[in-house]
């Protein structure tokens, strides 16, 4: 067990809709990662948050939004959803924002959300 | 532009041989970090070793091991003895000192054949 959880742990919708994926990192770290895995595009990195802000944007559509909140959460937020969204969905969670580089970063990730659109 | 290559896509083993998987990455950083993941069937995420740049040391544990090499910026993970629960896929990553980024491989889907 990571410490990092991810709620829900399989979210089935149709098209066009809108859904929330929530995540709630280990005790401590002050980052949250958001990736999405589908099986061609492999572990593809979409947002990050260090404390609240938005540290670092990777490949994340438009139609997708996150944000943290003050008790560190983050949900991230994919709407008009279209077929090809359905992957699965990982957050991570790292201490980070430090430039000390005896301070190791490694994420630790969630179990995961398995997004399925019909 | 930092970059991860895990040129092997899949490699399948009979259970108990040695396998190495490669990773090459690119950065213009001096100081970063190296990660190795496992992902089971299962399919969580599982870390397994860390390296930061300055430490050029290779670590054995257990059956793994690891060759850091800057002059070849690579970072390859060796399986010794390997067993069917070593299938899964092993993803490498690569982050900025500060983790403010990570980059990941496309992973290396491994098949230890009983």
């Known amino acids: 067990d990571s410490g990092v959880t991810q709620t829900p742990k399989h979210l089935i919708t149709a098209t066009g809709q809108r859904v929330t994926l929530r995540c709630s990192p280990r005790?401590?770290?002050?980052?949250v990662y958001w990736y999405q895995q589908s099986l061609d595009q492999g572990l593809q990195f979409l947002i990050q948050?260090?404390?609240?802000?938005?540290?670092a944007k990777g490949n994340i559509l438009e139609r997708f939004s996150a944000q943290q909140f003050p008790d560190l959460h983050s949900e991230l937020n994919l709407s008009s959803l279209e077929l090809g969204d359905s992957a699965l969905y990982f957050c991570a969670s790292s201490v980070a924002g430090t430039t000390d580089p005896r301070i190791y970063n490694e994420q630790f990730f969630g179990p995961g959300t398995r997004l399925t659109v019909l | 532009a930092q970059k991860v290559t895990q040129a092997q896509t899949e490699i399948s083993v009979v259970e108990k041989e040695d396998v190495t998987l490669d990773c090459v990455y690119e950065t213009r950083d001096t100081t970063y970090y190296l990660f190795w993941y496992k992902q089971p069937p299962s399919g969580e995420l599982v870390f397994l070793i860390r390296?930061?740049?300055?430490?050029?040391q290779n670590e054995i544990s257990g059956r793994y091991s690891w060759n850091f090499q800057k002059s070849t910026s690579s970072f390859n993970f060796t399986i010794t003895a390997s067993q069917v629960v070593d299938s899964a896929v092993y993803f490498c990553a690569l982050s900025e000192a500060n983790g403010n980024q990570f980059y990941f491989g496309t992973g290396t889907s491994l098949t230890v054949i009983p």
């Open positions: 390296r930061n740049s300055f430490d050029e």
């Open positions: 948050y260090y404390n609240g802000e938005e540290r």
């Open positions: 005790s401590g770290d002050l980052s």
